[in-house]
């Protein structure tokens, strides 16, 4: 069973840090794409960042770039969102998502074949 799991979500103040896992099970993420991706109270669900399946290319939206930093370990078959800076906007349920490739260097918010069950962030003070 394909499965990918997010993890690290909780109560932040504004300001803080928060390090978000997605832990992919019954696949290999190395053949895959992953992005993250939110979606705030009352609000469409938005690409956050975006990293290729080699890790070589990454992209993050404008909201959050220079303040939050994709990552991968394929060894672990892990991806990871290191969320600094954190503003009550950044308030959402993150979701990671994988899309597989026969590439190396794509980054992609459509077309992903597996999605995880989110976890809860919340900054305020």
């Known amino acids: 069973q394909l499965q990918l799991v997010e993890s690290g979500g909780g109560l932040v103040q504004p300001g803080g840090s928060l390090r978000l896992s997605c832990a992919a099970s019954?696949?290999?993420?190395?053949?895959?794409?992953i992005g993250w991706f939110r979606q705030a109270p009352g609000k469409e669900r938005e690409g956050v960042s975006c990293?290729?399946?080699?890790?070589?290319?990454?992209n993050s939206a404008d909201s959050v770039k220079g303040r939050f930093i994709i990552s991968r370990d394929n060894g672990k078959n892990t991806v990871y969102l290191q969320m600094n800076s954190l503003k009550s906007e950044d308030t959402a349920v993150y979701y990671c998502?994988?899309?597989?490739?026969?590439?190396?260097?794509?980054?992609?918010?459509?077309?992903?074949?597996?999605w995880g069950k989110g976890t809860l962030v919340t900054v305020s003070s």
């Open positions: 998502a994988a899309r597989y490739t026969t590439g190396t260097n794509e980054c992609y918010y459509s077309g992903m074949d597996h």
């Open positions: 019954g696949f290999t993420l190395a053949y895959y794409a």
């Open positions: 990293i290729s399946s080699s890790g070589g290319r990454t």
